[in-house]
């Protein structure tokens, strides 16, 4: 156990380098501000967007926003085709307010996908509602698990984990015994900054053979020539291809890039069932909304000069969360609102190894790629039913820190040493973000 002088020392040490590099300028990061109620605070624009670029930004929200309707045979509108299987009808029906989803245990949409690869009868994801006349893939049923955690001081927090399961499979009962992976909808503030961040830049932050011996590897995910960055293993490269994947597999809208719907194997009525056009949404309209999603601006930090805020940064630095929430990385655009410079998305882009209990059970299922923490402190006030961690399962941030292992699992133990004084100054950083 380190004594109380030592980790004071550290917190010292680690001010001092926090504001020797701010010196050396967060600028990017402070740019991107809006001040908007807290329910609407991941809805701003970024405000360096020109008139045209505000345009396409506005159109795309409207695509993002309102729902999808069933095609009708012999109508035509310029949002019909949902389904025919699907998830939820809207963009934000799952990224609520630009935020998190609803949490499973809390009815949110569940994204589940299959961790063995396809199935040839469901695909890569149930979708666990149709349109008429055509069956959904099934139903999701949601157990809770308490994990109770002790810490060193003896105080008790009992830790939940969604055990999602499909029930009354339309397509053969394999998929009932099948593994999932649960996802959960993430914010989409700064996704335009990171998909600035040049591959070089994640590539040599990442540690492969822990050379450094902190026990803290990271790689990075190659995505064809690209590295990924978008989702929680980092398998998507751009926004572009995130947002017509969501199309295709959440609600069953074809797009230039995915033509067929998806409508697997044995699916015939969906494969019958009446489409909204070749495609459903078209390619201007596609890329509205991908620019929709990538100029949504970071929210500013409400009170980053509070003692017990700073306090908190230097322990979040001191026990290591920074050697993965990276506080500074590089970002290069020819977007005039991104130029070059840094920002504070406190992530790294890179999957780590978070151990047994945040695994999902596919091939490196315990990897995950660094959640980003900006505008987490707002998670709640946008949508009060959100979940963290990748399947939601995570009721408050304490919650979150504690499923952390694997790589991670010194900075736990670390978090777990301080005293609750402490650790509620590390929360109260997290907050300000
Ligand atoms: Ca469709
Ligand atoms: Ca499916």
Redesign the pocket.
């Known amino acids: 156990m380190i004594s109380r002088r030592w980790w004071w020392w550290l917190v010292v040490v680690a001010l001092v380098v926090s504001a020797c590099s701010r010196a050396g300028g967060y600028q990017r990061a402070d740019v991107r501000t809006a001040h908007v109620a807290a329910s609407h605070a991941f809805s701003t624009p970024d405000p360096g967007l020109s008139g045209p670029e505000l345009a396409r930004f506005r159109i795309g929200d409207r695509f993002f926003t309102e729902p ?1 309707t069933p ?1 009708v045979v012999g109508r035509d509108s310029e949002r019909d ?4 299987t ?1 998830v939820a009808s809207a963009c934000a029906g799952c990224h609520v307010r630009d935020g998190k989803a609803n949490a499973p245990s809390a009815g949110g949409p569940i994204v589940y996908r299959l961790v063995d690869g396809p199935s040839p009868a469901y695909g890569v994801q149930i979708q666990d509602r149709a349109v008429d006349d055509v069956p959904a893939e099934g139903r999701f049923e949601v157990d809770v698990v308490d994990e109770p955690f002790r810490y060193p001081d003896g105080s008790i927090v009992v830790l939940r984990r969604p055990v999602v399961t499909v029930s009354s499979a339309a397509f053969g009962d394999e998929i009932e015994e099948a593994s999932g992976s649960v996802r959960m909808a993430p914010a989409i503030v700064g996704l335009g900054l990171l998909a600035a961040v040049p591959d070089a830049v994640i590539v040599d932050g990442a540690d492969p053979d822990d050379r450094d011996g902190d026990g803290i590897s990271g790689r990075p995910i190659r995505v064809g020539e690209r590295v990924g960055r978008f989702g929680w293993k980092a398998e998507k490269a751009t926004v572009l291809d995130q947002t017509a994947e969501a199309y295709l597999r959440d ?4 797009s230039p890039l995915h033509r067929v ?2 409508c697997p194997g044995p699916q015939e009525a969906c494969r019958r ?1 009446p ?2 056009g070749d495609p ?1 949404i078209s390619g201007d309209r596609l890329a509205a909304v991908a620019f929709y999603v990538s100029a949504l601006a970071v929210p500013e930090r409400r009170d980053p000069a509070a003692p017990e805020v700073i306090a908190g940064e230097a322990l979040f630095d001191a026990i290591g969360c920074g050697a993965c929430h990276r506080p500074a990385l590089e970002v290069s655009s020819e977007r005039d609102w991104i130029g070059d410079g840094r920002i504070a998305a406190y992530t790294d882009l890179l999957v780590h190894d978070m151990g047994p209990g945040l695994a999902d059970g596919g091939t490196d299922g315990a990897e995950w790629r660094t959640a980003p923490l900006w505008g987490i402190g707002l998670v709640e006030a946008v949508n009060p039913y959100a979940g963290y961690l990748h399947d939601g399962r995570a009721a408050t941030l304490e919650e979150a820190i504690l499923w952390h292992g694997g790589e991670a699992l010194g900075a736990r133990d670390r978090f777990a040493a301080l005293d609750a004084e402490d650790r509620a100054r590390v929360i109260a950083f997290l907050r300000d973000l």
Not at 81 to 84: D, R
Not at 251 to 254: D, E, P, R
């Open positions: 999808w095609a085709g949902l389904g025919p699907y609600m069953g809208i074809t719907e998806n069932a489409g909204g459903e």
